[in-house]
Each structure stands twice: as C-alpha cells, then as structure tokens.
C-alpha cells in the first residue's frame, strides 16, 4: 500500500496567514501616523516587511485593504454584556467603549477616517454599514435584556437607546479628546440609565393607543 504525498496545484499562491496579520497590522500602524490621504500600499509593505506583491495578492487597492480593515474590526466578536442588570451592562459597555476609543492606534484612525468618508462614498457606505451593524448586535443584547427583564417597556427602540449610550463616551473620548476616569465613568453610566428609562417610558406611552373618550 503506498501513500501518496498531497501537493497544492500548480501555480496556486498559498497565502500565509501570518503574513496576513503582519499586513494587517502595519495597515493600522500606517493610517494612524500618516492618516488615509497620505497611506500607500509601498509603506505597508515596508511596515510590514512584504513586498507589494503579496499586499496585492490579497487585495487590489489602498481602498479595497481600508475598508477590508474597517469591516473586519466591525466585525470583531462582542464581549459578553450580561451582568444581571441594565447598570452593570451600559457599565460594561462604557468600559469597552472607552478601551477601543482610547486605544493609541484606534484614536488617531477613526477620526481621520469619519473625515475621509465626506469626500469619499465607498468609505462613507463601510462605515455607515459598519457602525449600523454593531449598533444592531449591540442594541439586541443589551437592550434586548433590559426589556426581557423588565428594567425598559417593550416596544423600546435599540437603536436609540444604543444612541444615547455611546454617544456621551464617543463625544468625550474621540471629539473633546478628554480623558475618562473610573467616577466618571459610573456617574455616566448612572446618568444614561436614568435617561433611558425616564426617555423609553415616555416614548412607549405615547406611542400606544388611546381610547376614545366614552
């Protein structure tokens, strides 16, 4: 009985994921220091030690790597926002927040590219796309348990609410550029519950039927 030794078929480019994480990760590297208008796929591939075949073996454009890089991070696996309680997970979620908004790379690339994405459609389009996805997984798991638990009226919406808890922590840390402690932190979280439950009563209320005055 003899074995034969499997061979891959002639002229198939066998990409090596490890050069696919260096890639990706001198990508982030380059945008944060030189920002989108001034990235170029030669200063990858030396950030990154590869030659520009391998760069386009994988992709065909700057544009086609960038918004390959944006919807990969949008599509990151969530960390578990169940703490038991509608506090501890907006709690929770701010501590993420602010971990990804914080971070040396991330603050230096998502402003440079929400500035691009006026000028350009197909950066525009990803992210739109992007945010809406998150905000869509998001929303379903935090406020999705606030409702089942009772803490938030069914009927709330999960993208407003999503709204009104990243918006006070994106405009701290990415616009204002304030840094953000652990008090401050808990009293905003403290503040966008109260505003939630106070602004999705409301607005389920209003919302339902009325009887006719007999």
């Given at each position: 009985?003899?074995?034969?030794?499997?061979?891959?078929?002639?002229?198939?480019?066998?990409?090596?994921?490890?050069?696919?994480?260096?890639?990706?990760?001198?990508?982030?590297?380059?945008?944060?220091?030189?920002?989108?208008?001034?990235?170029?796929?030669?200063?990858?591939?030396?950030?990154?030690?590869?030659?520009?075949?391998?760069?386009?073996?994988?992709?065909?454009?700057?544009?086609e790597l960038v918004l390959d890089?944006?919807?990969?991070?949008?599509?990151?696996?969530?960390?578990?926002?169940?703490?038991?309680?509608?506090?501890?997970?907006?709690?929770?979620?701010?501590?993420?927040?602010?971990?990804?908004?914080?971070?040396?790379?991330?603050?230096?690339?998502?402003?440079?590219?929400?500035?691009?994405?006026?000028?350009?459609?197909?950066?525009?389009?990803?992210?739109?796309?992007?945010?809406?996805?998150?905000?869509?997984?998001?929303?379903?798991?935090?406020?999705?348990?606030?409702?089942?638990?009772?803490?938030l009226p069914a009927g709330t919406?999960?993208?407003?609410?999503?709204?009104?808890?990243?918006?006070?922590?994106y405009w701290r840390l990415a616009?204002?550029?304030?840094?953000?402690?652990?008090?401050?932190?808990?009293?905003?979280?403290?503040?966008?519950?109260?505003?939630?439950?106070?602004?999705?009563?409301?607005?389920?209320?209003?919302?339902?039927?009325?009887?006719?005055?007999?």
């Amino acid at each position: 009985m003899t074995t034969e030794k499997r061979r891959a078929p002639a002229g198939a480019a066998v990409l090596r994921d490890d050069i696919t994480t260096a890639i990706r990760r001198a990508v982030m590297q380059e945008l944060a220091q030189t920002g989108y208008g001034r990235f170029s796929v030669e200063a990858v591939a030396r950030r990154a030690g590869v030659s520009k075949t391998a760069i386009y073996r994988r992709w065909r454009s700057k544009l086609e790597l960038v918004l390959d890089m944006v919807s990969a991070a949008a599509g990151k696996r969530l960390p578990q926002l169940d703490t038991g309680s509608l506090q501890g997970d907006v709690q929770l979620l701010l501590m993420v927040a602010s971990g990804a908004l914080g971070h040396p790379l991330a603050s230096q690339i998502i402003p440079d590219l929400l500035a691009e994405a006026a000028r350009n459609p197909q950066i525009a389009e990803t992210l739109q796309r992007a945010l809406r996805d998150y905000q869509v997984r998001i929303g379903e798991m935090v406020i999705g348990q606030a409702v089942d638990r009772g803490e938030l009226p069914a009927g709330t919406d999960p993208s407003a609410a999503i709204d009104l808890i990243i918006g006070p922590i994106y405009w701290r840390l990415a616009i204002s550029r304030s840094p953000l402690d652990t008090t401050e932190l808990t009293n905003m979280a403290n503040a966008i519950v109260a505003a939630l439950r106070i602004t999705c009563a409301g607005l389920v209320e209003s919302e339902a039927p009325r009887m006719p005055a007999q």
